[in-house]
């Protein structure tokens, strides 16, 4: 089987998000264990959602994941910082796929270029009540264009 290259740094829509490890994300071999990638998925794309105007506690729409997946490259371990970056690879109706680059930092604090881990999130917007979708707000939607990349792989 042939691995797939890790992304990019540029091949990400800006900005970029900062991340902190935690002694307990450390698992018994010493690096970041792998569930706590997710969570760092699930708090990036909350992030963007939250500063464009989702309303999470009381909106009448939310975004239910329906699907997630990890590839990984690299580790981390504590105490590193985690740089996130999001693109958006498909943006429909009442859906969009987010696709969440993990980058870390060389033994010099320079920013890496490929990503140690990279995955994808899979929301469908629907109503609170009644679980159906609904289309994604104007607001929203506006953002989550600006996330997405022509040259994206």
Known sequence: MTRTPPSSRASFAEPTFE????WMDNDVYGHVNNVV???????????????NG?????????????????????????????????????????????EVGLFGRDGAGQSEDACRAEGHFVHVFVD??????QPIPDRLRQALASFQISEAP
């Not at 991340?19 to 935690?22: A, F, G, I, S, V």
């Not at 990638?37 to 500063?51: G, K, P, Q």
């Open 54 to 98: 989702l309303d999470i506690h009381a909106g009448a729409i939310i975004g239910l994941a329906v699907e997630t997946g990890c590839r990984f490259h690299g580790s981390f371990a504590y105490p590193e910082v985690v740089e996130a970056k999001v693109r958006v690879a498909h943006l429909g109706r009442s859906s969009v796929r987010y």
């Open 19 to 22: 991340l902190t490890t935690r």
């Open 128 to 133: 609170r009540v009644s679980r159906r979708p």
């Open 37 to 51: 990638y997710y969570a760092f998925f699930d708090t990036v794309i909350n992030r963007v959602l939250i500063e």
